[in-house]
């Protein structure tokens, strides 16, 4: 079974940047699936802010954070990341990642780690 562990977050001012990480344990997992990134913010629903396909490296956003996030992966380090620049308050949010079932949908596929808490301040 493969465990998803996220860190990387904190507390940031607005315009700051962050790089989030999402390492996999038990098997190569990172580099067989299409990935993602998803953030739920204190009151409103889990939503997707980022996926990186595989096979191959497509990459999307949410509209959201396009021009401003960066998804990759390190196979090798069985490990996807995220590049948050310019954050905003609205940014602010505990951040999972996940695999992805269908990027028709970017549903999630497994069960959620832990997370990471990212706070923007004004």
Request: glycine fraction near 12%; charge should be positive; charged fraction near 20%.
């Given at each position: ?15 700051g ?11 190569t997992?990172?580099?067989?699936y ?8 204190p ?27 960066t ?28 695999a ?16 990471t808490?990212?706070t923007?301040?004004?």
């Open positions: 079974q493969v465990h998803l562990v996220e860190s990387g977050g904190g507390l940031v001012q607005a315009g940047s962050l790089r989030l990480s999402c390492a996999a344990s038990g098997r997992f990172v580099g067989s299409t990935m993602g990134w998803f953030r739920q913010a009151g409103k629903e889990r939503e997707f802010v980022a996926a990186i396909r595989a096979p191959g490296s497509r990459t999307y956003y949410a509209d959201s954070v396009k021009g401003r996030f998804i990759s992966r390190d196979n090798a380090k069985n490990t996807v990341y995220l590049q948050m620049n310019s954050l905003k308050p609205e940014d602010t949010a505990v951040y999972y990642c996940n992805i079932e269908s990027v028709a949908t970017m549903s999630p596929s497994g069960s959620w780690g832990q997370g808490q990212v923007v301040s004004s």
